[in-house]
Protein backbone atom coordinates (compact mmCIF):
# COMPACT_ATOMS: atom_id res chain seq x y z
CA UNK A 1 0.00 0.00 0.00
CA UNK A 2 1.63 3.25 -0.70
CA UNK A 3 2.55 5.86 1.81
CA UNK A 4 3.73 9.01 1.95
CA UNK A 5 5.99 10.88 -0.58
CA UNK A 6 9.22 12.77 1.41
CA UNK A 7 10.50 15.57 -0.29
CA UNK A 8 13.38 17.58 1.16
CA UNK A 9 12.30 21.27 2.10
CA UNK A 10 15.42 22.19 -0.15
CA UNK A 11 14.68 21.77 -3.48
CA UNK A 12 10.61 21.20 -3.01
CA UNK A 13 10.43 24.18 -5.45
CA UNK A 14 12.01 21.71 -8.28
CA UNK A 15 10.99 18.55 -7.30
CA UNK A 16 7.68 18.49 -9.94
CA UNK A 17 5.34 18.16 -7.26
CA UNK A 18 3.23 21.67 -8.00
CA UNK A 19 0.71 19.89 -9.65
CA UNK A 20 -0.41 17.63 -6.81
CA UNK A 21 -0.24 21.04 -4.47
CA UNK A 22 -2.77 23.52 -3.53
CA UNK A 23 -0.35 25.75 -4.80
CA UNK A 24 3.39 26.45 -5.84
CA UNK A 25 5.80 24.49 -3.28
CA UNK A 26 7.27 27.37 -2.29
CA UNK A 27 3.79 28.84 -0.91
CA UNK A 28 2.49 25.40 0.33
CA UNK A 29 6.25 25.26 2.39
CA UNK A 30 5.55 28.81 3.68
CA UNK A 31 2.32 28.31 4.97
CA UNK A 32 2.73 25.01 6.60
CA UNK A 33 5.67 26.10 8.30
CA UNK A 34 7.97 23.57 7.23
CA UNK A 35 10.98 23.88 9.01
CA UNK A 36 14.66 22.51 7.88
CA UNK A 37 16.49 21.83 10.78
CA UNK A 38 17.20 18.15 10.50
CA UNK A 39 14.64 15.91 10.82
CA UNK A 40 11.69 18.40 10.77
CA UNK A 41 8.59 17.07 8.81
CA UNK A 42 5.38 18.61 8.30
CA UNK A 43 2.71 17.26 6.79
CA UNK A 44 1.01 18.69 3.56
CA UNK A 45 -2.44 18.63 2.52
CA UNK A 46 -2.88 17.20 -1.15
CA UNK A 47 -5.06 19.86 -3.68
CA UNK A 48 -8.32 18.82 -5.31
CA UNK A 49 -5.97 16.98 -8.80
CA UNK A 50 -5.44 14.24 -6.29
CA UNK A 51 -1.41 12.71 -6.53
CA UNK A 52 0.65 9.87 -5.69
CA UNK A 53 -0.39 10.00 -1.74
CA UNK A 54 0.16 12.43 0.76
CA UNK A 55 3.15 14.63 0.97
CA UNK A 56 6.13 15.27 3.82
CA UNK A 57 8.79 17.68 3.42
CA UNK A 58 12.25 16.69 5.61
CA UNK A 59 14.32 19.24 6.99
CA UNK A 60 17.64 18.04 6.28
CA UNK A 61 19.52 20.62 7.83
CA UNK A 62 23.43 21.75 7.09
CA UNK A 63 23.31 18.05 5.11
CA UNK A 64 25.87 17.07 6.99
CA UNK A 65 26.82 13.24 7.81
CA UNK A 66 25.06 13.91 11.45
CA UNK A 67 22.47 15.79 9.53
CA UNK A 68 21.50 13.45 7.28
CA UNK A 69 21.34 10.36 9.78
CA UNK A 70 18.94 12.26 12.36
CA UNK A 71 16.66 13.13 8.91
CA UNK A 72 16.52 9.53 7.89
CA UNK A 73 15.65 8.51 11.19
CA UNK A 74 13.08 10.85 10.99
CA UNK A 75 11.94 9.42 8.41
CA UNK A 76 12.45 5.27 9.64
CA UNK A 77 9.55 6.19 12.69
CA UNK A 78 6.99 7.09 9.50
CA UNK A 79 7.31 3.33 8.28
CA UNK A 80 4.70 1.14 9.11
CA UNK A 81 4.56 -2.23 8.31
CA UNK A 82 2.72 -3.26 4.39
CA UNK A 83 3.43 0.68 3.54
CA UNK A 84 5.81 1.71 0.81
CA UNK A 85 7.44 5.11 1.61
CA UNK A 86 8.83 7.17 -1.62
CA UNK A 87 11.74 9.71 -1.14
CA UNK A 88 13.66 11.92 -3.12
CA UNK A 89 16.14 12.95 0.35
CA UNK A 90 19.28 11.24 -1.14
CA UNK A 91 19.01 12.53 -4.86
CA UNK A 92 21.73 14.58 -6.21
CA UNK A 93 24.02 13.91 -2.88
CA UNK A 94 27.46 12.40 -2.08
CA UNK A 95 27.93 8.89 -1.39
CA UNK A 96 28.96 9.70 2.93
CA UNK A 97 25.47 11.77 2.69
CA UNK A 98 23.05 8.73 1.49
CA UNK A 99 25.15 6.25 3.17
CA UNK A 100 24.31 8.73 6.93
CA UNK A 101 20.62 8.39 5.10
CA UNK A 102 20.14 4.75 4.89
CA UNK A 103 21.87 3.99 8.21
CA UNK A 104 19.63 6.39 10.32
CA UNK A 105 16.47 5.48 8.02
CA UNK A 106 17.85 1.60 8.70
CA UNK A 107 18.31 2.57 12.83
CA UNK A 108 15.15 5.04 13.01
CA UNK A 109 13.00 2.29 11.96
CA UNK A 110 14.33 -0.44 14.76
CA UNK A 111 11.61 -1.81 17.42
CA UNK A 112 12.28 -4.88 19.72
CA UNK A 113 9.12 -5.88 21.72
CA UNK A 114 7.90 -8.79 23.12
CA UNK A 115 3.93 -7.85 23.98
CA UNK A 116 2.08 -10.19 23.51
CA UNK A 117 -0.53 -8.38 21.10
CA UNK A 118 2.27 -7.56 18.82
CA UNK A 119 2.50 -10.88 18.40
CA UNK A 120 -1.21 -11.66 18.20
CA UNK A 121 -1.83 -9.22 15.51
CA UNK A 122 0.53 -11.75 13.15
CA UNK A 123 1.39 -8.29 11.02
CA UNK A 124 4.97 -9.39 9.93
CA UNK A 125 5.01 -7.23 6.64
CA UNK A 126 7.91 -5.12 6.02
CA UNK A 127 7.61 -1.48 5.38
CA UNK A 128 9.39 -0.60 2.67
CA UNK A 129 11.10 3.01 1.39
CA UNK A 130 11.81 3.49 -1.95
CA UNK A 131 14.92 6.10 -2.86
CA UNK A 132 14.53 8.15 -5.76
CA UNK A 133 17.91 8.47 -7.34
CA UNK A 134 19.11 9.80 -10.71
CA UNK A 135 19.97 5.98 -12.19
CA UNK A 136 19.02 2.74 -11.21
CA UNK A 137 22.15 1.37 -10.01
CA UNK A 138 22.98 4.57 -8.23
CA UNK A 139 25.08 3.88 -4.81
CA UNK A 140 23.98 0.74 -4.87
CA UNK A 141 27.08 -0.26 -2.97
CA UNK A 142 26.57 2.45 -0.79
CA UNK A 143 23.47 0.95 0.25
CA UNK A 144 24.62 -2.26 0.77
CA UNK A 145 27.04 -1.05 3.08
CA UNK A 146 24.70 0.79 5.30
CA UNK A 147 22.51 -2.29 5.58
CA UNK A 148 25.52 -3.69 6.70
CA UNK A 149 26.10 -1.40 9.51
CA UNK A 150 22.76 -1.03 10.81
CA UNK A 151 21.85 -4.80 10.36
CA UNK A 152 25.05 -5.21 12.91
CA UNK A 153 23.82 -2.26 15.31
CA UNK A 154 20.56 -3.79 15.63
CA UNK A 155 21.60 -6.97 16.00
CA UNK A 156 23.46 -5.64 18.90
CA UNK A 157 20.58 -3.84 20.03
CA UNK A 158 18.20 -7.33 19.99
CA UNK A 159 20.82 -9.08 21.87
CA UNK A 160 21.19 -6.70 24.40
CA UNK A 161 17.52 -5.61 24.82
CA UNK A 162 16.78 -9.26 25.57
CA UNK A 163 15.15 -9.84 29.01
CA UNK A 164 17.97 -11.96 31.58
CA UNK A 165 15.34 -14.45 32.08
CA UNK A 166 16.44 -16.13 28.66
CA UNK A 167 19.57 -14.43 28.13
CA UNK A 168 22.03 -16.87 30.09
CA UNK A 169 25.60 -16.89 29.02
CA UNK A 170 25.14 -20.36 27.40
CA UNK A 171 21.85 -18.73 25.50
CA UNK A 172 24.27 -15.48 24.56
CA UNK A 173 27.00 -17.97 23.55
CA UNK A 174 24.44 -20.10 21.59
CA UNK A 175 23.40 -16.68 19.61
CA UNK A 176 27.00 -15.95 18.75
CA UNK A 177 27.42 -19.26 17.28
CA UNK A 178 24.25 -18.62 15.15
CA UNK A 179 25.78 -15.64 14.09
CA UNK A 180 29.00 -17.15 13.23
CA UNK A 181 27.53 -19.68 11.12
CA UNK A 182 25.41 -17.47 8.77
CA UNK A 183 28.66 -15.10 8.56
CA UNK A 184 31.52 -17.30 8.13
CA UNK A 185 33.25 -17.20 11.33
CA UNK A 186 35.31 -19.93 13.02
CA UNK A 187 33.50 -20.20 17.04
CA UNK A 188 34.45 -21.53 20.32
CA UNK A 189 33.06 -21.85 23.57
CA UNK A 190 34.28 -22.22 26.49
CA UNK A 191 32.35 -23.62 29.09
CA UNK A 192 33.00 -23.82 33.49
CA UNK A 193 35.33 -27.38 33.16
CA UNK A 194 37.15 -25.93 30.32
CA UNK A 195 37.69 -22.52 32.40
CA UNK A 196 38.19 -23.92 35.48
CA UNK A 197 41.16 -26.38 33.74
CA UNK A 198 42.93 -23.12 32.48
CA UNK A 199 42.86 -20.69 34.78
CA UNK A 200 40.26 -18.43 34.06
CA UNK A 201 39.55 -17.27 37.88
CA UNK A 202 37.78 -14.06 37.31
CA UNK A 203 35.21 -15.11 34.91
CA UNK A 204 34.30 -18.72 37.20
CA UNK A 205 34.48 -16.38 40.25
CA UNK A 206 31.90 -13.70 39.14
CA UNK A 207 29.32 -16.44 37.91
CA UNK A 208 29.54 -18.68 40.93
CA UNK A 209 27.08 -17.11 42.28
CA UNK A 210 24.54 -18.00 39.63
CA UNK A 211 22.84 -21.40 38.42
CA UNK A 212 23.77 -20.71 35.04
CA UNK A 213 27.46 -20.83 34.76
CA UNK A 214 29.56 -18.84 32.67
CA UNK A 215 31.07 -18.68 28.99
CA UNK A 216 33.82 -17.21 26.89
CA UNK A 217 33.38 -16.88 23.75
CA UNK A 218 35.65 -17.07 20.76
CA UNK A 219 34.87 -15.86 17.31
CA UNK A 220 37.47 -15.50 14.58
CA UNK A 221 37.02 -13.64 11.32
CA UNK A 222 40.16 -14.19 9.06
CA UNK A 223 40.52 -13.01 5.60
CA UNK A 224 43.04 -14.02 2.75
CA UNK A 225 45.19 -11.19 2.87
CA UNK A 226 45.51 -10.63 6.46
CA UNK A 227 47.91 -7.80 7.74
CA UNK A 228 47.19 -7.47 11.47
CA UNK A 229 45.46 -9.12 14.15
CA UNK A 230 43.30 -6.97 16.31
CA UNK A 231 41.24 -8.43 19.60
CA UNK A 232 38.06 -7.46 20.48
CA UNK A 233 37.01 -7.54 23.96
CA UNK A 234 33.33 -7.59 25.37
CA UNK A 235 31.89 -7.44 28.79
CA UNK A 236 29.31 -10.38 28.74
CA UNK A 237 27.48 -9.86 31.98
CA UNK A 238 24.17 -11.48 30.81
CA UNK A 239 22.53 -9.85 34.45
CA UNK A 240 24.62 -7.59 37.39
CA UNK A 241 22.66 -7.76 40.68
CA UNK A 242 26.13 -6.41 42.19
CA UNK A 243 26.44 -9.90 43.78
CA UNK A 244 27.12 -9.89 47.54
CA UNK A 245 27.25 -6.27 46.73
CA UNK A 246 23.79 -5.67 46.15
CA UNK A 247 22.41 -3.03 43.72
CA UNK A 248 19.50 -1.43 44.79
CA UNK A 249 16.64 -1.97 43.09
CA UNK A 250 16.95 1.20 40.64
CA UNK A 251 20.04 0.20 39.59
CA UNK A 252 19.12 -3.27 39.08
CA UNK A 253 16.00 -2.32 36.36
CA UNK A 254 18.43 -1.56 33.28
CA UNK A 255 20.69 -4.76 33.91
CA UNK A 256 20.12 -6.63 31.37
CA UNK A 257 22.11 -4.32 29.29
CA UNK A 258 25.10 -5.13 30.91
CA UNK A 259 26.07 -7.64 28.27
CA UNK A 260 26.13 -4.60 25.89
CA UNK A 261 30.15 -4.45 25.05
CA UNK A 262 29.48 -8.03 24.61
CA UNK A 263 26.43 -7.68 21.83
CA UNK A 264 28.82 -4.77 20.13
CA UNK A 265 31.63 -7.31 19.59
CA UNK A 266 29.27 -10.12 18.16
CA UNK A 267 27.60 -7.64 15.98
CA UNK A 268 31.05 -5.94 14.57
CA UNK A 269 32.36 -9.69 13.55
CA UNK A 270 28.70 -10.63 11.88
CA UNK A 271 29.74 -7.74 9.90
CA UNK A 272 33.34 -7.68 9.02
CA UNK A 273 33.16 -10.15 5.69
CA UNK A 274 30.31 -8.18 4.08
CA UNK A 275 32.14 -4.88 4.66
CA UNK A 276 35.47 -6.73 3.11
CA UNK A 277 37.81 -6.02 6.27
CA UNK A 278 41.34 -7.31 5.58
CA UNK A 279 42.58 -7.31 9.35
CA UNK A 280 41.79 -10.87 11.23
CA UNK A 281 39.71 -9.65 14.14
CA UNK A 282 39.03 -12.19 16.81
CA UNK A 283 36.26 -11.24 19.31
CA UNK A 284 36.15 -12.03 22.54
CA UNK A 285 32.71 -11.96 24.86
CA UNK A 286 33.25 -13.22 28.65
CA UNK A 287 29.90 -14.11 29.67
CA UNK A 288 29.02 -14.50 33.01
CA UNK A 289 25.45 -13.92 35.44
CA UNK A 290 26.67 -11.91 38.64
CA UNK A 291 24.12 -13.36 41.28
CA UNK A 292 23.65 -13.18 45.02
CA UNK A 293 23.79 -16.93 46.76
CA UNK A 294 25.62 -19.33 49.26
CA UNK A 295 28.67 -19.57 46.48
CA UNK A 296 29.04 -16.08 45.55
CA UNK A 297 32.41 -14.27 45.20
CA UNK A 298 32.67 -12.56 48.59
CA UNK A 299 34.41 -9.45 49.24
CA UNK A 300 37.55 -9.49 50.70
CA UNK A 301 38.27 -12.64 48.30
CA UNK A 302 41.29 -13.43 46.40
CA UNK A 303 40.97 -14.63 42.93
CA UNK A 304 43.33 -15.68 40.23
CA UNK A 305 42.71 -14.77 37.05
CA UNK A 306 44.23 -16.48 33.45
CA UNK A 307 48.16 -16.14 33.68
CA UNK A 308 48.33 -16.32 37.07
CA UNK A 309 48.09 -12.81 38.63
CA UNK A 310 45.82 -12.24 41.88
CA UNK A 311 43.06 -10.05 42.72
CA UNK A 312 41.57 -8.91 46.14
CA UNK A 313 37.91 -8.29 45.23
CA UNK A 314 36.68 -5.85 47.52
CA UNK A 315 33.15 -4.71 46.22
CA UNK A 316 31.53 -7.99 43.85
CA UNK A 317 29.67 -4.83 41.93
CA UNK A 318 33.20 -4.47 40.31
CA UNK A 319 33.06 -7.20 38.34
CA UNK A 320 33.03 -6.42 34.56
CA UNK A 321 36.63 -5.75 35.20
CA UNK A 322 36.81 -9.21 36.64
CA UNK A 323 35.78 -10.85 33.39
CA UNK A 324 36.87 -8.53 31.11
CA UNK A 325 40.76 -9.22 32.86
CA UNK A 326 40.44 -12.95 32.13
CA UNK A 327 40.07 -11.99 28.44
CA UNK A 328 42.74 -9.36 28.16
CA UNK A 329 45.48 -11.74 29.57
CA UNK A 330 44.37 -14.65 27.34
CA UNK A 331 44.41 -11.74 24.60
CA UNK A 332 48.02 -11.05 25.51
CA UNK A 333 49.40 -14.75 26.88
CA UNK A 334 47.81 -16.84 23.67
CA UNK A 335 46.27 -14.21 20.71
CA UNK A 336 49.40 -12.17 20.66
CA UNK A 337 47.38 -9.91 18.39
CA UNK A 338 48.78 -6.01 17.30
CA UNK A 339 46.17 -4.39 19.11
CA UNK A 340 43.09 -4.72 20.92
CA UNK A 341 40.40 -2.91 22.27
CA UNK A 342 37.36 -3.84 25.14
CA UNK A 343 34.44 -2.64 25.15
CA UNK A 344 31.78 -2.22 28.35
CA UNK A 345 29.24 -0.69 30.29
CA UNK A 346 32.18 -0.84 33.44
CA UNK A 347 31.25 2.27 35.51
CA UNK A 348 28.63 4.81 36.69
CA UNK A 349 31.35 7.12 37.06
CA UNK A 350 31.12 7.65 33.50
CA UNK A 351 27.35 8.13 33.32
CA UNK A 352 28.59 11.22 35.42
CA UNK A 353 31.28 12.29 33.58
CA UNK A 354 29.99 12.41 29.90
CA UNK A 355 26.36 11.43 29.94
CA UNK A 356 24.43 9.53 27.68
CA UNK A 357 25.27 11.04 24.43
CA UNK A 358 29.24 10.03 24.34
CA UNK A 359 31.60 7.12 25.11
CA UNK A 360 34.90 7.35 26.94
CA UNK A 361 38.21 6.11 25.33
CA UNK A 362 41.43 5.28 27.75
CA UNK A 363 44.07 4.56 25.32
CA UNK A 364 47.91 3.29 25.76
CA UNK A 365 48.74 3.49 22.30
CA UNK A 366 48.65 7.19 20.49
CA UNK A 367 48.17 6.15 17.38
CA UNK A 368 44.89 3.79 18.49
CA UNK A 369 43.33 7.20 20.21
CA UNK A 370 43.96 8.88 17.41
CA UNK A 371 42.21 6.56 14.88
CA UNK A 372 39.36 5.44 17.74
CA UNK A 373 38.57 9.62 17.11
CA UNK A 374 38.37 9.71 13.97
CA UNK A 375 36.40 6.87 13.33
CA UNK A 376 33.92 8.55 16.10
CA UNK A 377 34.08 11.38 13.51
CA UNK A 378 32.39 9.57 10.79
CA UNK A 379 30.37 7.00 12.33
CA UNK A 380 28.32 8.88 14.46
CA UNK A 381 29.33 7.07 18.14
CA UNK A 382 30.62 10.53 19.32
CA UNK A 383 33.87 9.30 21.37
CA UNK A 384 36.13 11.46 24.32
CA UNK A 385 39.36 10.97 25.50
CA UNK A 386 39.99 10.53 29.03
CA UNK A 387 43.22 10.55 30.95
CA UNK A 388 44.89 7.81 32.40
CA UNK A 389 46.82 9.45 35.42
CA UNK A 390 49.55 6.66 36.61
CA UNK A 391 49.65 8.83 39.75
CA UNK A 392 46.16 6.82 40.44
CA UNK A 393 47.75 3.18 40.14
CA UNK A 394 48.80 2.85 43.76
CA UNK A 395 45.35 3.37 45.25
CA UNK A 396 44.86 -0.14 43.32
CA UNK A 397 47.99 -1.95 45.61
CA UNK A 398 46.31 -4.69 47.89
CA UNK A 399 48.38 -6.12 50.84
CA UNK A 400 47.29 -9.49 50.48
CA UNK A 401 47.53 -9.70 46.51
CA UNK A 402 49.41 -8.56 43.08
CA UNK A 403 46.09 -5.44 43.39
CA UNK A 404 42.35 -4.71 44.71
CA UNK A 405 39.52 -4.33 41.85
CA UNK A 406 38.91 -1.26 43.54
CA UNK A 407 40.85 1.32 45.68
CA UNK A 408 41.02 0.56 49.55
CA UNK A 409 39.69 2.56 52.03
CA UNK A 410 38.43 6.12 51.48
CA UNK A 411 40.95 6.96 49.06
CA UNK A 412 40.06 9.57 46.50
CA UNK A 413 38.77 8.02 43.55
CA UNK A 414 37.82 8.53 39.70
CA UNK A 415 36.08 5.32 38.96
CA UNK A 416 36.35 5.39 35.79
CA UNK A 417 40.16 5.95 35.44
CA UNK A 418 40.66 3.27 38.21
CA UNK A 419 38.87 0.56 35.94
CA UNK A 420 41.00 1.57 33.26
CA UNK A 421 43.88 1.29 35.23
CA UNK A 422 43.23 -1.97 36.22
CA UNK A 423 42.95 -3.64 32.88
CA UNK A 424 45.38 -2.08 31.58
CA UNK A 425 47.87 -4.17 34.05
CA UNK A 426 46.35 -7.62 32.17
CA UNK A 427 46.98 -6.21 28.49
CA UNK A 428 50.34 -7.27 28.19
CA UNK A 429 51.64 -3.62 27.34
CA UNK A 430 50.17 -4.33 23.74
CA UNK A 431 48.72 -1.17 21.63
CA UNK A 432 45.23 -0.82 23.73
CA UNK A 433 42.27 1.33 23.88
CA UNK A 434 39.59 0.53 26.81
CA UNK A 435 36.04 1.74 26.09
CA UNK A 436 33.37 2.45 28.68
CA UNK A 437 29.81 2.70 27.26
CA UNK A 438 27.79 2.95 30.39
CA UNK A 439 26.50 5.97 29.54
CA UNK A 440 26.01 5.82 25.72
CA UNK A 441 24.75 2.27 25.56
CA UNK A 442 21.27 2.89 27.09
CA UNK A 443 19.26 5.57 25.84
CA UNK A 444 15.63 6.65 27.45
CA UNK A 445 14.03 7.22 24.66
CA UNK A 446 13.98 7.70 20.78
CA UNK A 447 16.47 10.48 19.96
CA UNK A 448 17.81 10.66 16.51
CA UNK A 449 19.12 6.99 15.02
CA UNK A 450 18.97 5.74 18.43
CA UNK A 451 16.10 3.81 19.64
CA UNK A 452 14.39 3.87 23.25
CA UNK A 453 16.52 0.47 25.24
CA UNK A 454 19.79 -0.43 23.96
CA UNK A 455 21.41 2.08 21.52
CA UNK A 456 24.21 -0.64 20.07
CA UNK A 457 26.92 2.34 20.75
CA UNK A 458 30.27 1.27 19.73
CA UNK A 459 29.31 -0.79 16.60
CA UNK A 460 30.03 1.95 13.76
CA UNK A 461 32.37 3.08 15.54
CA UNK A 462 34.40 -0.16 15.74
CA UNK A 463 33.75 -1.06 12.20
CA UNK A 464 34.93 2.27 10.82
CA UNK A 465 38.01 1.90 12.96
CA UNK A 466 38.40 -1.61 11.54
CA UNK A 467 37.70 -0.35 7.97
CA UNK A 468 40.15 2.62 8.39
CA UNK A 469 43.23 0.92 9.60
CA UNK A 470 42.91 -1.46 5.94
CA UNK A 471 43.65 1.94 4.32
CA UNK A 472 40.59 2.26 2.94
CA UNK A 473 37.80 4.81 3.32
CA UNK A 474 35.07 4.29 6.15
CA UNK A 475 32.05 1.36 5.17
CA UNK A 476 30.08 3.83 3.02
CA UNK A 477 30.78 2.56 -0.45
CA UNK A 478 32.83 -0.72 -0.22
CA UNK A 479 31.02 -3.59 -1.96
CA UNK A 480 28.20 -3.16 -4.49
CA UNK A 481 24.97 -5.09 -3.19
CA UNK A 482 21.60 -4.54 -3.66
CA UNK A 483 19.86 -2.50 -5.65
CA UNK A 484 17.31 -2.35 -4.63
CA UNK A 485 15.73 0.34 -1.54
CA UNK A 486 16.25 -0.82 1.80
CA UNK A 487 12.96 -1.89 3.63
CA UNK A 488 13.01 -0.76 7.17
CA UNK A 489 13.13 -3.52 10.32
CA UNK A 490 10.30 -5.07 11.67
CA UNK A 491 9.41 -5.31 14.76
CA UNK A 492 10.39 -8.57 16.51
CA UNK A 493 7.86 -10.21 18.05
Known sequence: MPGPVVVPVQGAESAGIDSYLSAPAAEVIARCEAGNNAGDLTSVV?????GPGPFLFLGLGDESPAAMRKAGAAVGRRVAPGRTLITSAVHGKPAEAVHAFVVGLLLGSYGFTQARGDA??????????????????????VIASARAVAGAVALARDLTNMPSGRKTPAWLADEA???????????????ADELAAH?????????????????LI?????????HRHVVLVGKGITFDSGGLSLKPLDGMKQMKTDMAGGAVVIAVMSALARLGVQSRVTGLVAAAENMPSGSALRPGDVITHFGGRTVEVLNTDAEGRLVLADALAYADAVLQPDAV????????????????QLGAMYASDEQIARDLLAAADVSGDALWRMPLVDDYR?????????????????????????????????????PWAHLDIAGAARSAADDGENSKGATGYGTRLLLAWLAAADGSPPPTARRRGQRRPPRARPKPA
Not at 177 to 191: F, M, S
Not at 341 to 346: R, S
Request: aromatic share 4%; charged share 20%.
Open 46 to 50: IGPGG
Open 341 to 356: VDIATLTGAVRVALGT
Open 177 to 191: VAVATGCGLTARVWE
Open 218 to 226: ELGYRPAQW
Open 120 to 141: ADGDTAQGEVRLLTAAPDEHGD
Open 394 to 430: DALDSPVADLANIPHGDRARAGSIDAALFLREFTGGR
Open 199 to 215: GFGGLLAVGSGSARPPR
